[in-house]
């Protein structure tokens, strides 16, 4: 059953660091924001295992950011809500935002959504999903310490968590398609030299491998043709990520990726509706980027609300 309609000046969609700057922009605006998030605030923030090019922090644990962004939205008392938004539709000025459990109504909403990770598409992967095949090394890589695991990509994300697992387990693999990465030098300077970590390039995944649990899987040199199985017992793919909006509607809001389109001030093409982090048309995702981008899309909702 729904719960009665509930009323806010603005409804923000999503609880990591874009949204929940957002809400501390808002709150100190004069306006009392509802915060909705099907998840847990942080968003990926708190699935990273370190971070370290956020200012204030030589390096920080995903999850100790995240927390801290929790006791802020604790300590301005914002009201954050365990919902997931199924539609947000516009009617006579006002937005309505269905949940499921229950509606909320808003002058003017921000969506705040983030990133999905992207899927391989290869057989085993979907059958072999939570029983060593995962997109969250620092969720479950633990399962498997001590044991050989693989990652797929060649990104920042991919690196970092290639990082992690070398430090609770003896053999982990990079299996990245190009010969060369796409993260940042520092992070390739790391892997290089480290003992636990072996990079196979140029492979591609074919086929996750395995009874009740993961046990191996099959690659192919993209430039020798060359078949070969590698035995692990987890796999890890971070191969880049589609934006979180398949909610939305009206779809004339997103471009040909599904992704949010939004002007300097975070603003799409219909008033009162803003966008902000790393669901939005851009080139660059990192956490500071999402912070900003939240600072913007709250000021210009104040000003829109304002008008």
Known sequence: MKENLRMSK????????????????????GIEPILIEKMMPGGKVSLTHKIDNYPGFTSIGGSDLANQMMNQLMENNIDV????????????????????????ESDAVIIATGTLEKKLGIPGEKEFFAKGVSTCAVCDGGFFKGQPMAIIGGGNSALEEALYLSSITEKVYIVHRRNQFRADQILVDKIK?????????????????????????????????EIKEVE?????????????????????????RGYIKVNSEMETSI?????????????????????????????????????
């Open 271 to 307: 008033p009162g509706l803003f966008a902000c982090g790393d669901c939005i048309a851009k080139n660059l995702r990192q956490v500071i980027t999402a912070c900003g981008d939240g600072a913007v899309a709250a000021m210009s909702a104040v000003h829109y609300l304002n008008k």
């Open 10 to 29: 603005v409804i923000i969609v999503g609880a990591g660091p874009a949204g929940i700057t957002a809400a501390i922009y808002l709150k100190r605006g």
């Open 193 to 225: 030299v480290d003992s636990h970590i072996e990079i196979l390039t140029p492979y591609i995944p074919l086929e996750v491998k395995g009874d009740n649990m993961v046990s191996s899987i099959i690659l192919k040199n993209v430039e020798t043709n």
């Open 232 to 256: 692990i017992k987890a796999m890890f793919a971070y191969i880049g990520a589609d934006a979180n909006t398949s909610f939305i509607s009206n779809k004339e809001v997103l471009d040909e």
């Open 81 to 104: 809500v365990y919902d997931e938004v199924v539609d947000i539709s516009k009617k006579e000025g006002s937005f309505l935002v269905k949940t499921s459990y229950g509606e909320y």
